[in-house]
C-alpha cells in the first residue's frame, strides 16, 4: 500500500509537474503565439509599408520615369540649342572674318581716301598757286595795257597837238609865200635906186630865210608826226597783241577751272568728300566754288 501510496504519490508529483510543464509549455506557446501573432501584425505592417513603399516607389519611379523623359526632352532641347547656338557661333564667327575684311577693306579704303585727299589737297595747293600766278599775270599784263592804253591817249592828244600845229604850220607857210610872193611883185615893180633896192634884197633874203626856216620846222614837226604816229600804230598792235594775250590767259584760266570742277566732281562722287572742306584757304578757291 505504501508502495501504492508512493507510486500515487510519484504520479501525482509527476502529474503536477506535467501539469506545470504543460502550463509552462501553453503559457511559453502563448507567448510564442503572441510573439508570432505581434511577428504577424509587424509582418503585415512591414508588408503593408512594404505594399505601401512600393506603390511609393512606383509612383516615385513614375515621376522618375517623367522627370527623366522631361529631362531628356529638355536635353534634346538643350542639343538642339546648343547646335543652334554653335550654327549661331559659326555664323558669327564668319561674319566677325567677313567684318574683319570688310574692315580691311574699309581701312584701306580709308587709307587710299587719305592719300586721294593728301593728293587733292597737294593739286588743289598747287593749282591755287597756279592760280594765284595767273593772276599776278593777268593784274600785271592788265596794269600794263591800261599804262598802254593811257599812253595811247597821251600819244592820241599829242598827235592832235601836232596835226594842230602842222595845219598852223601849213596856213603860216602859205601865208609867208604870199608874202613872198607879194615882195617878190613889189620887187619887179620897183625901180628906184639902190639902196631901196639893197633894202628890199635884205628885206627878201630874211623873208626867203624865214621860210626856209619854217619850211624846215614843218618838215621837222611833219617827221615828228609821222614818227608819233608810227609809234601810235606801234602801241596798237601790242596793246592788241596784249589783249590776244589777256585772252588767251583767260581762255586757259577758263579751262584750268573747268578742270579743277571736274576734279572735284569726280571726287566727291567716288569718295564722298567735300573738296572745299580739304582745299587751301584762299580767295581764288573762295571765288571757283562759288563759281561752280
Excluded at 593749282?127 to 595811247?152: F, I, P, Q
Excluded at 607879194?182 to 639902190?194: F, I, T
Aim: glycine fraction near 2%; aromatic fraction near 2%.
Amino acid at each position: 500500500m505504501e508502495t501504492l501510496a508512493r507510486a500515487t504519490d510519484g504520479l501525482s508529483i509527476a502529474l503536477r509537474e506535467a501539469l506545470e510543464t504543460m502550463k509552462d509549455d501553453r503559457a511559453t506557446a502563448l507567448r510564442e503565439r503572441e510573439d508570432l501573432r505581434e511577428v504577424v501584425r509587424a509582418a503585415s505592417r512591414a508588408a503593408s509599408d512594404a505594399a505601401r513603399g512600393a506603390a511609393e516607389r512606383e509612383r516615385e519611379a513614375a515621376r522618375a520615369r517623367e522627370v527623366a523623359l522631361a529631362v531628356d526632352r529638355r536635353v534634346s532641347e538643350c542639343v538642339a540649342y546648343v547646335r543652334d547656338v554653335r550654327d549661331e557661333v559659326v555664323g558669327l564667327e564668319r561674319a566677325a572674318r567677313e567684318a574683319k575684311a570688310a574692315q580691311g577693306e574699309l581701312w584701306e579704303r580709308d587709307e587710299r581716301r587719305e592719300r586721294a585727299l593728301d593728293a587733292l589737297e597737294s593739286r588743289a595747293r598747287a593749282a591755287d598757286a597756279t592760280l594765284r600766278d595767273e593772276l599776278e599775270s593777268v593784274r600785271r599784263e592788265t596794269s600794263r595795257v591800261e599804262a598802254a592804253v593811257n599812253r595811247l591817249h597821251e600819244i592820241e592828244n599829242v598827235a592832235k597837238d601836232l596835226r594842230e600845229l602842222a595845219q598852223w604850220s601849213k596856213k603860216t607857210a602859205t601865208y609867208q609865200n604870199g608874202r613872198l610872193a607879194a615882195l617878190e611883185r613889189v620887187n619887179e615893180r620897183e625901180d628906184k635906186g639902190a639902196s631901196a633896192m639893197s633894202n628890199q634884197s635884205h628885206r627878201l633874203k630874211e623873208l626867203v630865210t624865214m621860210v626856209q626856216n619854217t619850211a624846215e620846222t614843218l618838215k621837222a614837226h611833219q617827221a615828228r608826226l609821222n614818227a608819233m604816229d608810227e609809234r601810235g600804230h606801234l602801241v596798237s598792235r601790242r596793246d592788241a597783241a596784249t589783249r590776244a594775250d589777256v585772252d588767251v590767259v583767260k581762255r586757259a584760266l577758263g579751262e584750268h577751272h573747268d578742270i579743277l570742277v571736274k576734279v572735284c566732281e569726280t571726287f566727291d562722287a567716288e569718295l564722298n568728300v567735300r573738296a572745299e572742306a580739304v582745299a587751301p584757304a584762299s580767295a581764288a578757291f573762295a571765288r571757283l566754288h562759288r563759281r561752280s
